[in-house]
């Protein structure tokens, strides 16, 4: 529980329970916001599996030149159905940044998190219209919807990482102190970027798998091989290859996070973190053999996301700056 220090007006000794449930809320919610994007995240890559993406036509926040459309298909549906959920997460976070200013004191970390995750949801929201906007969606089938999805996935996966650490703060966590444990923070810092890149690569290779689907394995073996076959199954390629790079960075994070700290937190994250790498590992040479189905895909995505929390998480109770010394 958040001590009552932590909360504006917790000096009144009138109001002393009034803090303690505001940080209860507080932490509640931004457990939920973490949890209620990564939902929002998954129904997205549903939008791209499925070719729903043009449902609402090239009109943004409108869905066809209507407020509150009546879907006539099933695109239709479930695009503005990621919508309506994507305006829902844009309204959490930015509850959760108005809920850090009101419920805490000026400096604390929690403020920090939610500007951060409020600039990165803005962002999101305009990465997504200049996908409709742009006409990136559906069957586009060129780089610049690979590219302009991966500069989407990465500004994902920042807003997550931010919420991430709001929630962590929210839990009364200490300032991360980068500076003390270079060493590790170069170790965790490689896993973070490498893991990006895995995802960059997966997205890239999910989306050749749905504009491009092999009728076999063979076949899209071929095609990946194949210099007449479209960049992006050429492409296909560098996911696993960038994969198990990542799989060893993420592992010798997981192992330095306690070695270096002795930390009963980071070792119960780097076991979680080395558990979603040997999971996403295994759900990953599933769909290469199965051709990539939705649901897989899907799956895939989610662990992928969890595997980032975690890896989030394991770098906030690593580097957690030391509490201070009790005065004598």
């Known amino acids: 529980m958040l001590p009552a220090r932590l909360i504006l007006r917790a000096s009144d000794p009138t109001i002393r329970t009034v ?7 507080l932490r509640r919610f931004a457990v939920a916001t973490v949890a209620y994007n990564l939902a929002v995240i998954v129904w997205g890559a549903f939008v791209r599996a499925t070719g729903s993406g043009a449902g609402c036509g090239d009109h943004w ?3 066809n030149g209507e407020v509150l459309p009546r879907p006539r298909s099933l695109e239709m549906l479930v695009e503005f159905t990621h ?3 994507s305006g829902v997460s844009l309204l959490a976070v930015l509850a959760l940044v108005v809920m850090a200013f009101r419920w805490t004191p ?4 929690v403020r920090r998190g939610a500007v951060f995750s409020g600039a990165l949801i803005v962002s999101e929201a305009l990465l997504g219209a200049g996908l409709v906007l742009f006409r990136l969606v559906a069957g586009n089938t060129s780089m610049t919807r690979a590219w302009f999805g991966a500069a989407h996935l990465v500004n994902t996966f920042a807003l997550v990482a ?10 009364d966590h200490r300032r991360l102190a980068l500076r003390t444990r270079p060493a590790l923070s170069a170790t965790l810092a490689v896993s973070a970027v490498a893991t990006m890149a895995v995802a960059v690569t997966g997205s890239i290779a999910a989306l050749g798998d749905t504009l491009f689907p092999a009728r076999s394995f063979a076949e899209g073996y071929a095609q990946d091989f194949s210099a007449g076959a ?7 390629i560098w996911h696993p290859v960038v994969a198990l790079g990542a799989t ?3 592992i010798a994070s997981a192992i330095a996070g306690f070695a270096v700290t002795r930390r009963p937190a980071a070792r119960r994250y780097g076991i979680a973190l080395v558990g979603a790498v040997v999971t996403q590992l295994a759900l990953g040479l599933a769909n290469v053999f199965l051709l990539a189905p939705v649901g897989l895909q899907l799956l895939h995505l989610l662990v ?4 980032w929390v975690t890896l989030v998480l394991l770098a906030a109770s690593a580097l957690e700056r030391d509490p201070d010394p009790v005065a004598a």
């Open 248 to 250: 060893a960075a993420l």
């Open 61 to 63: 926040p409108m869905c």
């Open 230 to 236: 479209h960049l992006l199954l050429r492409l296909r």
């Open 106 to 109: 000026p400096g604390h970390p």
């Open 19 to 25: 803090p303690e449930t505001r940080a209860r809320i």
């Open 304 to 307: 992928a996301d969890l595997l």
């Open 83 to 85: 919508r309506i959920t």
């Open 162 to 171: 931010a919420l991430t650490l709001t929630a962590w703060w929210a839990f």
